[in-house]
């Protein structure tokens, strides 16, 4: 064993060739499907044409289609995949020594493109189907304002138009990032706005406001089905990005399969649960057939813990109340994390696949503390030199607790985990750590049971 073990080399590489041809869907296997959406006008499924007055035709058919296992990635899609793909596995020796830690470390690091997280691979696909469809453009919110970036990458590559409504707070706040969408050509506004109408009443409503995610994605679909030749698109949660992340376990699967490598644990973080959903999609679909086992842990901010003290229940996905009703782990649409939450994840649900696999019993989740996330954070970047995105430090900070577990125990697991992306744009938040102003804070069961009484009114749910 040791001998093989020896020959694996720090990065994984896959050969060009070798990046996946096709997406898995995962919710081919599961045996109780993922809720529908529903329309929360009528309190039923939505249907596909109901649907592609948001979203291009294709993304409709992707995000309905339960049964087919496997779907081809278009050429064009795979050739952009190219210019940054496939992503290195990378086997953590540098942290296991520092651990003083038997157990085996990899991570996929996603972080290896200019928007510097794993949301380019669905960006891509999206801005791909709506050029198909011959649009004009795409609408879409942006809060830091990674899936914003990825999207305004994709959109510039494929020569289509891109409005991007970015939380004011953030506008204003993270410029740097604002200005790397325009630098790809994007038209940013900042939300709440002038320019839509539901931005005008929030704006008359409340003068002087900073904005939050839920207004913009408002304001982003009023734009997108008020306007000739646009559609609507998401960087998380929807069954369609879970499918166009799934090359990130698939890449994984297959680094690992060259050297004989069976994980014992797969972790990740959760906001709204792609890069997750995509990091354990074929590796959950052993487990689903029954081929294979594997521990699969969630990672979520304590501040925003959707998992772990989240109720499973039909929800919106926008605090603006105007989106599909999603059935999902969900802390209502109304939460909104505490303004010290520094990291990440800030998403009130989860995606439907996810949620579902969960109360299955198929997965398991924690919740993690800011302050403990930037400590792991900081200790990754000295001793494997990668800056981390805080929302992919919640996976490091479960990944080395496991690995100090094994140090105890004696034994040699294997763990891998996702590490989503770079921090380069995170600094305001590392400053606050650094400068030792970081606090933790957790919501109380009565702030949350407050919460929950506005979840929806909808048949079978109480
Ligand atoms: C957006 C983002 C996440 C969280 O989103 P998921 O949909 O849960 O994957 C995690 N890490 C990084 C770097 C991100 O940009």
């Given at each position: 064993?040791?001998?093989?073990?020896?020959?694996?080399?720090?990065?994984?590489?896959?050969?060009?060739?070798?990046?996946?041809?096709?997406?898995?869907?995962?919710?081919?296997?599961?045996?109780?499907?993922?809720?529908?959406?529903?329309?929360?006008?009528?309190?039923?499924?939505?249907?596909?044409?109901?649907?592609?007055?948001?979203?291009?035709?294709?993304?409709?058919?992707?995000?309905?289609?339960?049964?087919?296992?496997?779907?081809?990635?278009?050429?064009?899609?795979?050739?952009?995949?190219?210019?940054?793909?496939?992503?290195?596995?990378?086997?953590?020796?540098?942290?296991?020594?520092?651990?003083?830690?038997?157990?085996?470390?990899?991570?996929?690091?996603?972080?290896?493109?200019?928007?510097?997280?794993?949301?380019?691979?669905?960006?891509?696909?999206?801005?791909?189907?709506?050029?198909?469809?011959?649009?004009?453009?795409?609408t879409t919110e942006t809060g830091a304002g990674q899936w914003g970036t990825?999207?305004s990458?994709?959109?510039?590559?494929?020569?289509?138009?891109?409005k991007v409504y970015m939380v004011k707070v953030s506008y204003e706040q993270k410029p740097f990032r604002r200005e790397v969408m325009r630098?790809?050509?994007a038209d940013v506004t900042p939300s709440p706005s002038t320019t839509t109408?539901v931005g005008r009443k929030i704006l008359a409503e409340h003068p002087g406001t900073t904005g939050s995610l839920g207004c913009a994605i408002s304001e982003a679909?009023?734009?997108?089905?008020?306007?000739?030749?646009?559609?609507?698109?998401?960087g998380?949660?929807?069954?369609?990005?879970?499918?166009?992340?799934?090359?990130?376990?698939?890449?994984?699967?297959?680094?690992?399969?060259?050297?004989?490598?069976?994980?014992?644990?797969?972790?990740?973080?959760?906001g709204?649960?792609?890069?997750?959903?995509?990091?354990?999609?074929?590796?959950?679909?052993?487990?689903?057939?029954?081929?294979?086992?594997?521990?699969?842990?969630?990672?979520?901010p304590?501040s925003c813990?959707?998992?772990?003290?989240?109720?499973?229940?039909?929800?919106?996905?926008d605090t603006g109340?105007?989106?599909?009703?999603?059935?999902?782990?969900?802390?209502?649409s109304g939460f909104i994390p505490s303004a010290n939450h520094a990291g990440g994840l800030r998403f009130h649900?989860?995606?439907?696949?996810?949620?579902?696999?969960?109360?299955?019993?198929?997965?398991?989740?924690?919740?993690?503390?800011q302050?403990?996330?930037?400590?792991?954070?900081?200790?990754?970047?000295?001793?494997?030199?990668?800056?981390?995105a805080p929302e992919?430090?919640?996976?490091?900070?479960?990944?080395?607790?496991?690995?100090?577990?094994?140090?105890?125990?004696?034994?040699?697991?294997?763990?891998?985990?996702?590490?989503?992306?770079?921090g380069y744009f995170d600094m305001v938040a590392y400053e606050k750590f650094?400068?030792?102003k970081m606090t933790?804070y957790?919501?109380?069961?009565?702030?949350?049971?407050?919460?929950?009484?506005?979840?929806?009114?909808?048949?079978?749910?109480?």
């Amino acid at each position: 064993m040791s001998n093989t073990e020896n020959k694996i080399p720090y990065k994984i590489y896959l050969s060009e060739n070798e990046i996946p041809k096709q997406w898995y869907n995962l919710r081919a296997d599961m045996k109780n499907k993922p809720a529908p959406l529903l329309n929360p006008g009528t309190g039923k499924p939505l249907t596909a044409e109901e649907m592609s007055g948001i979203f291009c035709e294709e993304l409709v058919a992707q995000e309905l289609d339960d049964t087919t296992p496997y779907i081809d990635i278009p050429q064009e899609i795979q050739d952009f995949y190219k210019m940054y793909r496939p992503a290195p596995l990378v086997r953590a020796y540098c942290l296991e020594k520092a651990l003083g830690t038997p157990a085996k470390i990899y991570y996929k690091f996603e972080g290896n493109n200019t928007s510097g997280s794993h949301k380019l691979n669905s960006a891509i696909a999206q801005a791909y189907y709506a050029k198909k469809q011959g649009l004009k453009g795409v609408t879409t919110e942006t809060g830091a304002g990674q899936w914003g970036t990825a999207l305004s990458m994709a959109c510039a590559y494929l020569g289509l138009d891109l409005k991007v409504y970015m939380v004011k707070v953030s506008y204003e706040q993270k410029p740097f990032r604002r200005e790397v969408m325009r630098t790809y050509g994007a038209d940013v506004t900042p939300s709440p706005s002038t320019t839509t109408e539901v931005g005008r009443k929030i704006l008359a409503e409340h003068p002087g406001t900073t904005g939050s995610l839920g207004c913009a994605i408002s304001e982003a679909v009023e734009v997108a089905t008020t306007n000739e030749g646009y559609r609507y698109v998401l960087g998380s949660v929807l069954n369609q990005v879970l499918l166009h992340q799934s090359v990130i376990g698939l890449e994984t699967k297959a680094a690992l399969d060259k050297y004989g490598v069976k994980p014992d644990m797969i972790i990740g973080c959760a906001g709204g649960g792609s890069n997750l959903g995509g990091l354990i999609a074929p590796f959950m679909g052993e487990k689903l057939r029954g081929e294979n086992d594997y521990r699969i842990v969630a990672v979520e901010p304590a501040s925003c813990p959707s998992f772990t003290r989240g109720k499973f229940a039909y929800d919106f996905c926008d605090t603006g109340m105007i989106c599909p009703l999603a059935k999902m782990y969900t802390l209502g649409s109304g939460f909104i994390p505490s303004a010290n939450h520094a990291g990440g994840l800030r998403f009130h649900g989860m995606s439907s696949t996810l949620s579902q696999l969960y109360d299955d019993g198929l997965m398991e989740a924690v919740a993690v503390e800011q302050t403990e996330v930037f400590e792991a954070a900081e200790k990754f970047a000295r001793i494997e030199g990668i800056l981390p995105a805080p929302e992919s430090s919640h996976a490091i900070k479960v990944a080395m607790d496991e690995a100090l577990k094994c140090k105890e125990t004696g034994e040699e697991k294997t763990i891998v985990f996702g590490l989503t992306g770079t921090g380069y744009f995170d600094m305001v938040a590392y400053e606050k750590f650094n400068d030792g102003k970081m606090t933790d804070y957790i919501p109380t069961d009565e702030e949350l049971e407050e919460s929950f009484k506005h979840l929806p009114k909808v048949p079978g749910q109480e």
